[in-house]
């Protein structure tokens, strides 16, 4: 076996991790019994977010027995919490056998993969705008919400500290975020060069060709990242170590679990959160008319504090401990993994799939997602924090959030289910009867 190179998300998600007490397992007779048995404690009640397990069997069975699209988007909600903190513990622990190097690439692959299923089932669905939403949002969440707490509350408990950090690792997450939002920007750009009659294109889907070239490119600046961190400059991106406080966190330098065990509880836990992101996936217009919010403002704002929840907890606790370090690595990764990979992936997959998603987010959300790059990188710029930072950051993301709030659906069909050709001549018609009302006020 060899030893594992923790990460910043591996020490994040640690620090939701708890001791089990095998007394009781050691006092089975059956050896096979004894070491299932073993094996389901450390998996299920290996982690402090095990009272939410009871959530994913709630809405299985509110699935079934009908109890309302409702509650089965909320309990669907909750169980991704804990499912997402376990997936990252099993493909840790599969990492173990694999070595440092392919359990990197493993944690680059799965460390947002509840995003990517989610995104997976909306695609087949064609929700294009929930895809695009919650990818957003997931990205201005670790920028902004997750970042920004963390320096908040680390600076409030650390008042009269010190609280420096590596600024290398935050310049190279910033360099690849201000490049996936130029990828972004682009076809936007495009639309509106090409609407207000300043250029022309070759054919009415030149937008949906340039998004997945640049998707192809930014999936290749994505293998370049990989590289750059796994191989050639790994000392920047290694996290500080972290003292014994006496508490029960786990110090993960062996693995609990077998090769073949974890691999089939991954699949499982993968199965599980399928599972429960269709039930998101298909109750989210639901929740969008009982609770009277914009399908934007959940897919944005609710969706990725949610399913993010457990990665968020294990870096804001590492910000009480002085340790910002883990907490950049784990907010800018997650935002950079999902910009740089789940992303473009998610415009490629959908071109297999014959989805027409592009990398046009409109206006409101490029800007958004520009603007908080912007604000992170300047936060960031001077390598120490202090709580005035995080709040400022946490105010950023309270007037986006304020935004999407106000925001409300044009009609009763929703944007994603119009082609992209659509969308252009509606905007067209739009600017036409716009200047028709002007002429017939004068």
């Given at each position: 076996m060899r030893h594992l190179g923790r990460t910043a998300h591996n020490m994040s998600s640690s620090s939701l991790r708890k001791k089990s007490d095998t007394s009781l397992v050691r006092k089975?007779?059956?050896a096979a019994l004894r070491g299932f048995l073993s094996t389901l404690q450390e998996v299920l009640f290996g982690t402090k977010l095990f009272v939410l397990f009871p959530a994913v069997l709630l809405a299985v069975v509110a699935r079934y027995m009908r109890f309302g699209q409702v509650w089965l988007f909320v309990l669907s909600l909750i169980g991704l919490i804990p499912l997402a903190e376990r997936l990252s513990f099993l493909t840790e622990q599969i990492a173990f056998y694999t070595g440092p190097t392919v359990g990197g690439l493993l944690n680059a692959t799965f460390g947002n993969v509840t995003e990517v299923i989610i995104a997976l089932f909306a695609l087949r669905e064609g929700k294009i705008t929930v895809v695009k939403c919650s990818l957003l949002g997931s990205i201005l969440s670790n920028l902004l919400l997750v970042l920004g707490t963390s320096l908040f509350f680390g600076g409030l408990a650390n008042l009269g500290v010190e609280q420096p950090y590596d600024r290398k690792q935050a310049d190279v997450s910033t360099g690849l975020l201000i490049l996936g939002v130029l990828c972004q920007s682009m076809p936007l750009m495009l639309r509106y060069a090409v609407s207000a009659g300043e250029h022309a294109v070759n054919s009415d889907d030149s937008g949906l060709v340039l998004s997945r070239a640049c998707s192809v490119l930014m999936i290749l600046a994505y293998g370049a990242y990989l590289y750059f961190q796994l191989k050639t400059h790994r000392q920047?991106?290694?996290?500080?170590?972290?003292?014994?406080?006496?508490?029960?966190?786990?110090?993960?330098?062996?693995?609990?679990?077998?090769?073949?065990?974890?691999m089939v509880w991954l699949a499982v836990m993968t199965v599980i959160t399928a599972?429960?992101?269709?039930?998101?996936?298909?109750?989210?217009?639901?929740?969008?008319?009982?609770w009277e919010l914009s399908v934007s403002f959940i897919s944005i704002i609710l969706?990725?504090?949610?399913?993010?929840?457990?990665?968020?907890a294990g870096a804001i606790i590492f910000a009480f401990k002085n340790k910002l370090?883990?907490?950049l690595g784990v907010s800018l990764g997650s935002a950079t993994q999902i910009s740089m990979f789940v992303v473009p992936l998610s415009v490629l997959v959908a071109w297999v799939m014959g989805v027409p998603m592009d990398l046009d987010f409109n206006l409101l959300e490029t800007g958004s997602l520009f603007l908080a790059i912007l604000v992170t990188s300047f936060?960031?710029?001077?390598?120490?924090?202090?709580?005035?930072?995080?709040?400022?950051?946490?105010?950023?993301?309270a007037v986006i959030g304020v935004c999407f709030f106000v925001l409300r659906r044009r009609s009763g069909r929703?944007?994603?289910?119009?082609?992209?050709?659509?969308?252009?001549n509606h905007l067209q018609l739009h600017i036409v009867f716009s200047h028709l009302l002007c002429f017939d006020d004068s």
């Open positions: 089975v007779p059956c920047l991106f290694e996290p500080q170590e972290v003292e014994d406080d006496g508490d029960d966190l786990v110090s993960e330098d062996e693995a609990v679990l077998g090769f073949t065990s974890a599972l429960l992101s269709e039930y998101v996936v298909s109750t989210i217009e639901a929740a969008s008319e009982s969706i990725p504090i949610v399913g993010n929840a457990a990665e968020h370090d883990i907490t936060t960031l710029q001077d390598g120490s924090s202090h709580y005035l930072k995080g709040l400022l950051l946490l105010l950023c993301y929703d944007s994603y289910s119009l082609p992209p050709i659509f969308c252009s």
